[in-house]
């Protein structure tokens, strides 16, 4: 089945500085990259996502960068603000069969400091 | 729209005993999913619901059954709890399986 490794696992940035959390997937046929952010005491909520024919993808301060080849992608934050502060997690879905089996990876908790 | 809720928020049970986990979705989903969080382990799925009527295991089933009652509720059920099933639940659901998937707010379940 898809492994997804995620790092760091705790992240701690100035705020105005930038962030960013690294994944790795181990199923070449995964095709959808979604990223999670889990505020404390709520369910994850989904932040911005990418397929694997889009290399790259923003949305105001945050954006993806998918490399399908090294198996990698990445979420970026910039000018982050003390609301950033959550965990993210980035996940992976096969793109066949069982596309309800999205594999997680074990979050990264971002810590932005005033 | 309330979107996913989860019943209870907190529970605590002792070895042995069972209870069920009672989630519902108001946003007219098909699919539908038990996930549980641990610390160091991210989001592991449970059991699924592709549509009403079926059901299928994930990643880690073992220890739980699930009901797909009807096109808005999905429960969780434990038969004989035991400590290592001590997380937090989350349930989610999407319209269909290649859609986002939306959380509940959990709940804390505790076995002693």
């Known amino acids: 089945g898809e492994n997804v490794e995620q790092h760091p696992s705790t992240l701690s940035v100035q705020e105005g500085d930038s962030a960013v959390i690294k994944c790795t997937y181990s199923?070449?046929?995964?095709?959808?990259f979604p990223w999670y952010k889990q505020e404390l005491g709520k369910g994850p909520q989904l932040i911005i996502d990418?397929?694997?024919?889009?290399g790259e993808k923003k949305d105001q301060r945050i954006a993806v960068t998918l490399n399908k080849t090294a198996k990698h992608f990445s979420l970026h934050i910039t000018e982050t603000q003390p609301e950033d502060s959550a965990v993210y997690f980035c996940?992976?879905?096969?793109?066949?069969?069982?596309?309800?089996?999205?594999?997680f990876g074990i979050g990264t908790k971002l810590q932005v400091i005033p | 729209n309330a979107g996913v809720t989860q019943t209870p928020k907190f529970q605590v049970l002792k070895t042995g005993q069972s209870m069920t986990l009672q989630c519902a979705q108001d946003?007219?989903?098909?699919?539908m999913y038990w996930y549980r969080q641990d610390p160091g382990m991210g989001l592991r799925l449970i059991y699924y619901?592709?549509?009403?009527?079926?059901?299928d295991k994930g990643e880690v089933p073992n220890g739980y059954n699930v009901s797909r009652l009807n096109k808005r509720e999905f429960s969780l059920r434990l038969e004989s709890a035991a400590p290592s099933q001590t997380s937090v639940y989350f349930c989610?659901?999407?319209?269909?399986?290649?859609?986002?998937?939306?959380f509940g707010p959990g709940t804390r379940l505790t076995v002693l």
């Open positions: 989610a659901s999407s319209e269909g399986g290649m859609a986002e998937q939306f």
């Open positions: 199923d070449s046929a995964s095709n959808y």
């Open positions: 990418i397929r694997s024919n889009v």
């Open positions: 996940a992976a879905r096969p793109g066949s069969g069982g596309y309800q089996k999205v594999t």
């Open positions: 946003m007219n989903h098909n699919s």
């Open positions: 619901s592709a549509s009403e009527g079926t059901t």
